[in-house]
């Protein structure tokens, strides 16, 4: 079995590499509700480099507020360029919270480069 090396403190990125961030999150289901949450981060010009959706394990299917529709939840998952000690980055995910019902990052980690 695989497994990665993990750090009980963040390691301080180094500036010589490029790193990427695994982010999930859930949020409402309203019109432009993903557009919005997208946009956090093409405001700052951060590359989504990954997204993916899966139904939430809990409560996939919920009656909406009129009671004439159902309404489907969804987990999520989100890799972008920049690295957590990045400003944009942290703005970001900062204004991603105020639009979600659920923010958790994954990770941030040096970014595969080999195939560039």
């Given at each position: 079995?695989?497994?990665?090396?993990?750090?009980?403190?963040?390691?301080?990125?180094?500036?010589?590499v490029?790193?990427?961030?695994?982010?999930?999150?859930?949020?409402?289901?309203?019109?432009?509700?993903?557009?919005?949450?997208?946009?956090?981060?093409?405001?700052?010009?951060?590359?989504?480099?990954?997204?993916?959706?899966?139904?939430?394990?809990?409560?996939?299917?919920?009656?909406?507020?009129?009671?004439?529709?159902?309404?489907?939840?969804?987990?999520?998952?989100?890799d972008?360029?920049?690295?957590?000690?990045?400003?944009?980055?942290?703005?970001?995910?900062?204004?991603?919270?105020?639009?979600?019902?659920?923010?958790?990052?994954?990770?941030?980690?040096?970014?595969?480069?080999?195939?560039?």
């Open positions: 079995p695989r497994s990665l090396p993990r750090a009980r403190e963040p390691l301080p990125p180094r500036p010589d490029l790193y990427k961030t695994s982010i999930a999150f859930s949020m409402k289901e309203t019109s432009g509700s993903l557009f919005k949450a997208l946009a956090c981060f093409a405001l700052r010009d951060i590359n989504l480099t990954k997204v993916e959706s899966r139904p939430m394990r809990t409560n996939p299917v919920t009656q909406s507020a009129d009671s004439k529709s159902m309404q489907f939840s969804y987990l999520f998952y989100v972008f360029s920049a690295s957590m000690a990045d400003e944009n980055a942290q703005n970001a995910l900062r204004q991603l919270q105020e639009n979600t019902t659920f923010l958790r990052v994954l990770g941030s980690y040096p970014a595969d480069d080999s195939r560039l």
